[in-house]
């Protein structure tokens, strides 16, 4: 029988992660649960850094980005010492069990922990990347979409003024879904991400990006728009923008969006998310389920395994990369 859950934060940070506390705390008190916050991630457990939750504590978050128990990396939980420090805490503290809101690289630490402490445990994804396999969305990606998107409508302002080139770089780790998403919505000439790029082909793409360029040029192509994901190009949008005027005399301006995808006041998607997939984990936790996350297919919650949860196979709309590549994006006559 559960009568005490911990929640955490780990990982990046992410617009609805203070939703989704809130959530788990109101639902816990519902079902006559206590609830214990850990700070700063894996950090607070192997520190055994802790604070009660209480409606009171979560009141007026909602509508808040970071996170009210912060966030951090947490190196030591790699190790088979950090993993032991971390149960101990939570056998001191007489945890049941622990809801980590984060990314894959939390719920990987979620399981090796599991090794080490028998209580339950249960992820809800909190990421903007949207790179967890098993739902639709991750907590926080569509604030960061809107963030991109607002970013870029007042680049793409001054790119008409000027008549200017700009190549934005978007967040997203290894994952294209922001990159996609904002490109589309904000009629990126160009999108460049990992599903229709790879780095072997870098020179054949600067060849086609300077023709596309030149043409749009010509034709008076007021501004030029080119999105491009993190990671993806070696030596980012700065090194992109440097080749081509190396190769073809074309000035292009730099743009990394960078830590601004992460933060601001999450959009009514994320909070309305987050709050399901709170209430949704303190029940799975009533019911004796273990050892998954929350997800959400169609509109329906649902639990995935955790160990499917972080296997990256789920990637970007065929269908959406298909129409960008083959009817939105302007290319050469």
Request: aromatic share 4%; hydrophobic share 40%.
């Amino acid at each position: 029988m559960i009568k005490k859950v911990a929640v955490l934060t780990s990982g990046g940070d992410a617009p609805g992660m203070n939703a989704a506390i809130r959530s788990v705390v109101l639902a816990a008190h519902h079902y006559k649960l206590q609830t214990i916050g850990f700070y700063s991630g894996y950090n607070g457990l192997i520190e055994d850094s802790s604070t009660p939750l209480t409606p009171a504590s979560v009141n007026g978050i909602i509508h808040r980005g970071g996170t009210i128990l912060k966030s951090a990396r947490c190196p030591a939980m790699h190790t088979e010492q950090g993993l032991k420090l971390a149960a101990a805490t939570l056998e001191k503290e007489e945890v049941d069990a622990l809801i980590v809101i984060g990314g894959d690289g939390s719920f990987n630490g979620l399981l090796a922990l599991n090794q080490h402490w028998t209580g339950r445990i249960i992820g809800i994804p909190g990421t903007i990347d949207n790179d967890i396999d098993g739902t639709d969305f991750t907590i926080g990606f569509s604030t960061a979409v809107n963030t991109g998107i607002e970013a870029i409508d007042k680049i793409r302002d001054t790119a008409e003024a000027f008549e200017r080139i700009f190549i934005v770089e978007l967040m997203g780790r290894r994952s294209g879904h922001i990159t996609f998403n904002v490109g589309i919505a904000c009629a990126a000439e160009q999108i460049l991400s990992f599903e229709n790029f790879s780095q072997d082909d870098e020179q054949e793409k600067l060849s086609h990006l300077a023709k596309e360029i030149s043409r749009a040029q010509q034709n008076r192509h007021a501004s030029y728009i080119i999105v491009i994901a993190e990671n993806l190009w070696r030596g980012g949008a700065t090194e992109l923008a440097r080749q081509l005027k190396e190769t073809a005399n074309i000035d292009c301006t730099a743009c990394i969006l960078g830590y601004i995808q992460r933060g601001g006041s999450p959009v009514a998607k994320d909070r309305i998310l987050a709050t399901k997939m709170g209430v949704a984990a303190v029940q799975e936790l009533i019911a004796g389920n273990d050892k998954v996350m929350i997800g959400e297919r169609n509109n329906q919650l649902l639990t995935v395994p955790l160990a499917v949860a972080v296997l990256h196979k789920e990637k970007v709309s065929e269908n959406l990369v298909s129409a960008q590549e083959n009817i939105l994006a302007l290319t050469a006559q």
